[in-house]
C-alpha cells in the first residue's frame, strides 16, 4: 500500500472519529435545552450532521452523493435525538444511548465512505457496508415512527410524516445497491415505497394499539420493502427470497395482532 493512501485513511478515520464526538456532545447539549427550544436545536443538529459529514467525506463526494449519500448520516443523528426525549432522562441512560450513538455514527461515516469510494470504483467492503446501512436504515425509521406515533395527530397528518421519512431512508437504501453518479429508478422505487409506507401508517391509526407496536409494524413494513427493492436493484428478485421476506411479515403482523386483540379484550 503507497504510505501516501494510508496517510489518506488515517486522516479519514481522525475526522470520522471527530465528528462522531462532536455529535455525541451535541446530543447531550441538545437534551439539556429548555423544551420550548429542543426543536429548533434539532433542525440546527439535523444541518450540523449534514456538514459535519460532508466535510469527513469532502474528497470523495460527487453527483448525487451530495444529497442521497448524506441522507442516513443526518437522518440517523436526528432519530436519535427525538427518541431520547422518550426515554427515562437517568445519568446512566443518558450514558449509555451517547456512548451507542458514537460508536454507530463512526460505523455509518465509515460506511458512507465506503459508498462514495463505490461510486468510483469496486472496493470490496461494499457488502459489509451494505449491511450496515441496511440495519441502521431500519433502526433510523423504527426511531422516527415511534416519535410520529408519539405526537398522537390526526390521521392525514401522521400519513404525511411516514411518507416525508419513509422516502428518503428507502431512497439512500436502494442507491447504495446501485451506488451510481445518477438518479434512477431507485428514487421511483423510493417513492412507491414510501407510498406504501404511508397507507400502512394510516391504516394502523384506526387500530386500538400502542406506539411501540405500531411502530414494530411500520419498521416490518421497511424492512420488508427495502429487502425486496435491493434485491431486484442486485438482480436477485426470486420467488423464494419473496416468500422468505412475505414468511417473516407474516409472523410478524401476527404476533402484532394477537396482542391487538389480546388489548381489546381487557
Do not use: C
Not at 96 to 107: E, K, N, P, R, T
Not at 151 to 162: F, K
Amino acid at each position: 500500500m503507497p504510505i501516501w493512501d494510508s496517510k489518506k485513511r488515517s486522516t479519514k478515520r481522525r475526522k470520522f472519529l471527530l465528528v462522531s464526538v462532536l455529535l455525541s456532545v451535541g446530543l447531550l447539549i441538545v437534551q439539556r435545552l429548555p423544551v420550548e427550544s429542543r426543536y429548533s436545536a434539532i433542525a440546527f443538529f439535523a444541518l450540523a450532521s449534514y456538514l459535519l459529514t460532508a466535510w469527513s467525506l469532502f474528497k470523495d463526494l460527487h453527483g448525487v452523493n451530495w444529497v442521497v449519500n448524506l441522507i442516513l448520516p443526518t437522518l440517523y443523528p436526528v432519530s436519535v435525538a427525538l427518541f431520547y426525549f422518550l426515554l427515562p432522562q437517568a445519568a446512566v441512560t443518558r450514558t449509555v444511548v451517547v456512548g451507542l450513538f458514537g460508536i454507530s455514527m463512526y460505523g455509518l461515516l465509515l460506511t458512507s465512505n465506503i459508498f462514495a469510494v463505490a461510486s468510483i470504483r469496486p472496493i470490496q467492503l461494499l457488502r459489509a457496508a451494505r449491511a450496515v446501512g441496511f440495519l441502521l436504515s431500519i433502526l433510523t425509521s423504527a426511531f422516527l415512527f415511534h416519535v410520529i406515533f408519539s405526537l398522537h395527530v390526526e390521521v392525514g397528518i401522521v400519513g404525511g410524516l411516514v411518507l416525508l421519512v419513509s422516502q428518503p431512508i428507502l431512497w439512500q437504501g436502494a442507491w447504495s445497491y446501485v451506488v451510481a453518479n445518477t438518479m434512477k429508478r431507485e428514487f421511483y422505487y423510493a417513492l412507491v415505497g414510501a407510498v406504501v409506507m404511508a397507507e400502512l401508517a394510516v391504516a394502523l391509526s384506526f387500530w386500538l394499539i400502542s406506539v411501540p407496536l405500531a411502530s414494530v409494524v411500520l419498521a416490518m413494513g421497511m424492512y420488508v420493502i427495502l429487502g425486496l427493492f435491493q434485491h431486484d436493484l442486485e438482480g436477485r428478485l426470486f420467488a423464494r427470497t419473496i416468500q422468505e421476506y412475505l414468511g417473516f411479515a407474516a409472523i410478524v403482523f401476527s404476533i402484532v395482532v394477537m396482542a391487538v386483540v389480546y388489548r381489546w379484550g381487557r
